[in-house]
C-alpha cells in the first residue's frame, strides 16, 4: 500500500486556504480544512500504509504465503544462479580468482605455478593451501556445489571486509579449540546453505520456502543488491565463529554449529529485514 500525495494546485479539490489566503467568497470556512491537518493527515497515512505493508510481508513469511516474485526479483536471482557456475582451473578469469585468493591468504608468497601436463588442469596445487583450511592441495576441488561463487565470496569479503578476513581467516578472536574448523572449507559450507535457504539449487520452476522469499524481498529495498549475498555470507561466517567460541566447539561439533547458524538466519530473515544491516541487528554476534 503507498499513500497518495496531495493534488497540485489548480487541480480539483484545492482550495485556496490550503495553498494560503482567505476562502472565496460565500464558500464555508467550515468546510476548508486548516493546511497543517491535511498535510499531517497524509504524512499519517503514509506511515501507516508503510507499518501495515511491513506486517503482511512479516505475517506472509510466518505463514508461509509465497507471494509471486516480479520480473525484477527473478533477474537478480538469475544473475546470482549463474554465479555457481562450476570453477574452471582453465578459464584465465577463474583462474586469476584463485591466484588473488593465494595472494590474500600468503600476501609474502608468491603463488605456486600452475600444474601442467595430462590430466593437471592448470590447477595452482600447493601444499600450502592446506594451512588456509581447504582439504587438500587445490581448493579448486573444494567448491564443489557452490561453484565459482564460494571463491567469489571470499574474495569480497577479503577485499571489503578486510578487518572481519583476518579476524576469522588468522582465527584470532576467543579461546580457541585445539581442533578448529577449516577456513576455506568452512567458507564454502555458509555460501552452500545459504543458496539452499534462498532457494537457489532448486530446479527452474521451484521457490523454495519462507527465507529464500525474504531474501528475495530483499532484494527489492537493498540498494547495492547485487553484493546483498556477499554482505550476508559475511554476517552468516561471523555467526558460525560466535557459535562456535560460545559453545567451545571442535571440529567434530562443526555440523551441530552449522545447523545453529541456519536456525538462527532463518529466524532473523522472518522478521522482515529490508537492508544486510537490519538482519545482521538481529543476530547473535
Known amino acids: 500500500l503507498r499513500g497518495r500525495g496531495e493534488p497540485a494546485a489548480g487541480e480539483p479539490g484545492v482550495t485556496r486556504p490550503l495553498l494560503g489566503g482567505e476562502p472565496p467568497e460565500g464558500e464555508d470556512r467550515a468546510l476548508v480544512a486548516p493546511a497543517g491537518a491535511l498535510a499531517g493527515l497524509g504524512s499519517c497515512w503514509r506511515l501507516l500504509a508503510s507499518v501495515l505493508g511491513d506486517l ?11 507471494p509471486a516474485l516480479s520480473p525484477h526479483q527473478e533477474r537478480k536471482l538469475e544473475r546470482l544462479r549463474s554465479r555457481r557456475t562450476p570453477f574452471d582451473p582453465a578459464n584465465p578469469e577463474h583462474s586469476a580468482s584463485l591466484r588473488e585468493l593465494w595472494a590474500r591468504a600468503f600476501p609474502e ?7 601442467q601436463g595430462e590430466g593437471a588442469g592448470g590447477g595452482l596445487r600447493s601444499e600450502r593451501w592446506k594451512d588456509m583450511g581447504w582439504q587438500g592441495v587445490d581448493p579448486a576441488t573444494d567448491f564443489r556445489g557452490a561453484g565459482l561463487l564460494a571463491l567469489e565470496n571470499l574474495l569480497w569479503m577479503a577485499r571489503e571486509r578486510p578487518t572481519v578476513w583476518h579476524r576469522l581467516r588468522h582465527k584470532t578472536q576467543g579461546a580457541r579449540s585445539d581442533w578448529e574448523y577449516p577456513f576455506g572449507a568452512a567458507g564454502v559450507n555458509v555460501s552452500f546453505m545459504l543458496l539452499e535457504m534462498f532457494g537457489l539449487t532448486e530446479a527452474e520452476g521451484k521457490r523454495g520456502g519462507a527465507a529464500a522469499h525474504a531474501f528475495a524481498a530483499m532484494l527489492d529495498h537493498e540498494l547495492h543488491d547485487d553484493t546483498l549475498f556477499d554482505e550476508i555470507y559475511c554476517h552468516a561466517f561471523e555467526l558460525l565463529d560466535h557459535v562456535w567460541l560460545e559453545q567451545g566447539a571442535s571440529y567434530m561439533q562443526f555440523s551441530q554449529v552449522a545447523q545453529q547458524v541456519r536456525e538462527e538466519l532463518h529466524k532473523a530473515l522472518l ?7 537490519q538482519l545482521r541487528a538481529s543476530l547473535p554476534c
Open 56 to 66: 503482511a510481508g512479516r505475517l506472509g513469511l510466518l505463514l508461509g504465503l509465497r
Open 109 to 115: 608468497e608468491a603463488p605456486p605455478e600452475a600444474a
Open 271 to 277: 522478521k522482515g529485514p529490508r537492508t544486510a544491516d
